[in-house]
T-cell receptor
């Protein structure tokens, strides 16, 4: 198993550009989520999904869109990048939700918006 | 609202010493608690998942205890090595997310 994979590893964007961060898992997990990690703020949930076709907002959803057309993939879209979105983004998955299940994290995407 | 605290924020020990990392949480109605390791510039690696019905979980030199009633978990790392230098994070489920502590950054001096 490759586990949770994320691409790209690094990205530099200019303000106003759009892009998609890719996340995939090969463990047949129903639950997937996106976090951002910022110094002094810790890890904060952006969006999550409890299964294909179902997504919901987390703590900091503004400026981000998600979709879940397959069990394996959960892309995160930045519609119009802003410097405040400079961060490290982590995708995570687990069999079903967060309660009682081990969470598996991807290696992260380091995004800089200039 | 679930709040997770880790003290100390940083720890420096000589090689061979045992490490004791603390995690506290405000809402004791948790399903489990997970400990992670994060190396600089890297992702989160799961170390141990301890269920609410368990009091301890062990993996090699790592041992995690959980006391739900007092809202505390402790991660013990025996006979520390320079390779144990990293940031250690604890997290508890909170609705559909994990609530994380800010982490304890450990340096093991050779």
């Amino acid at each position: 198993n490759a586990g949770v994979t994320q691409t790209p590893k690094f990205q530099v964007l200019k303000t106003g550009q759009s892009m998609t961060l890719q996340c995939a898992q090969d463990m047949n997990h129903e639950y997937m989520s996106w976090y951002r990690q910022d110094p002094g703020m810790g890890l904060r949930l952006i969006h999550y999904s409890v299964g294909a076709g179902i997504t919901d907002q987390g703590e900091v959803p503004n400026g981000y869109n998600v979709s879940r057309s397959t069990t394996e993939d959960f892309p995160l879209r930045l519609l119009s990048a802003a410097p405040s979105q400079t961060s490290v983004y982590f995708c995570a998955s687990s069999p079903t939700g967060t309660s009682g299940n081990e969470q598996y994290f991807g290696p992260g995407t380091r995004l800089t918006v200039t | 609202k679930q709040e997770v605290t880790q003290i100390p924020a940083a720890l420096s020990v000589p090689e061979g010493e045992n490490l004791v990392l603390n995690c506290s949480f405000t809402d004791s109605a948790i399903y489990n608690l997970q400990w992670f390791r994060q190396d600089p510039g890297k992702g989160l690696t799961s170390l141990l998942l301890i269920q609410s019905s368990q009091r301890e979980q062990t993996s090699g030199r790592l041992n995690a205890s959980l006391d739900k009633s007092s809202g505390r978990s402790t991660l013990y790392i025996a006979a520390s090595q320079p390779g144990d230098s990293a940031t250690y994070l604890c997290a508890v489920p909170n609705d559909y997310k994990l609530s994380f502590g800010a982490g304890t950054t450990v340096t093991v001096r050779a």
